[in-house]
């Protein structure tokens, strides 16, 4: 089947690697992911098959067992998954978030305790922010780690953990004073802290409880979690980078990795809604002719084709921009927010192609229906990324009068 959504000026490698993952999901995935979702079971075997194929160290430098790719070769194996089963795609992501900022801000002797483990997918990584009472603002965030000889003690509730149950190490984001003096900014006295624990519900370390799965509308398989902090204590070697009041920008600097990997999400999602929706509507016949023949559904693939080609286009421009070095977000703002509204619209569009059939639990469109919006919401919604482009563009255009 001829396919959307082509990327220029990849290397021979980059190719390779692309063709390796496209050939899994399409033989390991996609065959099983209606199945496994409707039972909300973690895919273990495609996971192992992940590791398997090196994907938890792919931007993971060399000398630490990863194969040191670019961002933009991870976007597109994203990109791939997210076609095959958007739940797979939200594992292996808040892995490489916290992979990045161990990478980009961690200690050396952080990277040189977690990166090759993590490498080799034998430490398995999530992040954490949000809270019960709030989402995206991070600035109001009431979990505390507070300096108690050479250790830190933790308190706080956070929500809305991914991987937090399969998880062993977690970068949690916490207000801690110390060094900080009262009327010091919100975002300056923060701090991330690596929390190692088991994989597993319950008590997972004295401190520290994975109450269980959230029971959500979609994006199943993938355990969403809280994670409850009580007395929690943490060596002061565990501070990401060795020094508090960093930890915002240390996550928003993870958060750009993400929402680059939102939108990838996004555009492998409507990628696979079009590819369900042209193959129906050649296969269904009304008024003696198959439905793509009528001008209303040709109309409807044409506009679902153009979104699904111009958010590929945003979210590989975005890539490219991080991967030189620059700040991006502006971009990863615009590519998130057009990837995820045109994969609502583009999933929708093949929902309605498939009439009454996109409303049965048979048919795998009926999956992409309920997964398309959480990426409305995930890495900041479609508001907090306008409110992040407005900014930047007023910077970027500043009035010299």
């Known amino acids: ?92 992501n808040t892995h490489f978030i916290v992979a990045y900022m161990l990478k980009q801000h961690g200690t050396q002797e952080q990277k040189d305790t977690f990166l090759p483990r993590m490498a080799a997918g034998e430490v398995r990584g999530a992040f954490s922010m949000s809270e019960p009472g709030l989402g995206s603002d991070v600035s109001a965030i009431t979990s505390k780690g507070v300096k108690d000889g050479d250790e830190y003690v933790l308190n706080g509730q956070k929500m809305w953990l991914t991987n937090g149950g399969t998880s062993t190490l977690v970068a949690v984001l916490c207000r801690s004073d110390e060094g900080h003096p009262e009327g010091t900014a ?118 679902m084709a153009t979104k699904v080609e111009a958010a590929h286009a945003m979210m590989v421009n975005a890539a490219r921009k991080k991967d030189s070095g620059e700040r991006n977000d502006l971009e990863a703002g615009m590519a998130k927010y057009l990837a995820s509204e045109y994969c609502k619209e583009v999933v929708e569009d093949a929902f309605r192609i498939h009439g009454g059939y996109g409303f049965s639990k048979e048919y795998e469109i009926e999956r992409l229906y309920r997964e398309a919006p959480m990426l409305l919401i995930g890495e900041g919604t479609a508001e907090i990324q306008k409110m992040i482009i407005g900014r930047r563009l007023l910077e970027e255009y500043r009035f010299q009068g």
């Open 186 to 303: 919100p975002h300056k006295s923060m701090t991330t802290f690596l929390v190692e624990k088991e994989s597993g519900f319950g008590e997972v370390r004295p401190g520290l409880t994975i109450p269980g799965k959230i029971d959500k509308m979609g994006y199943k398989g993938v355990d969403t979690t809280e994670l409850i902090m009580d007395g929690l204590r943490i060596p002061a070697n565990r501070v990401l980078g060795g020094v508090t009041g960093r930890g915002f920008y240390q996550m928003m600097d993870g958060v750009e990795v993400g929402r680059v990997n939102v939108a990838a999400r996004g555009c492998g999602v409507a990628q696979r809604a079009f590819e369900l929706g042209v193959s129906y509507a050649q296969q269904r016949h009304t008024f003696g002719k198959p439905i793509a023949q009528h001008q209303a559904i040709q109309f409807k693939l044409a506009e």
């Open 1 to 92: 089947m001829a396919r959307l959504a082509q990327t220029a000026g990849l290397t021979d490698i980059q190719q390779e690697i692309l063709a390796t993952v496209r050939d899994f999901v399409d033989k390991e995935i996609l065959p099983v992911a209606t199945e496994l979702e409707h039972r909300d079971e973690y895919p273990t075997q495609i996971v192992e098959g992940l590791k398997e194929l090196g994907l938890f160290g792919l931007m993971i430098p060399e000398e630490y067992g990863g194969l040191g790719e670019s961002l933009l070769t991870y976007a597109l194996c994203v990109e791939e998954i997210a076609r095959g089963w958007m739940s797979v795609s939200g594992i292996i």
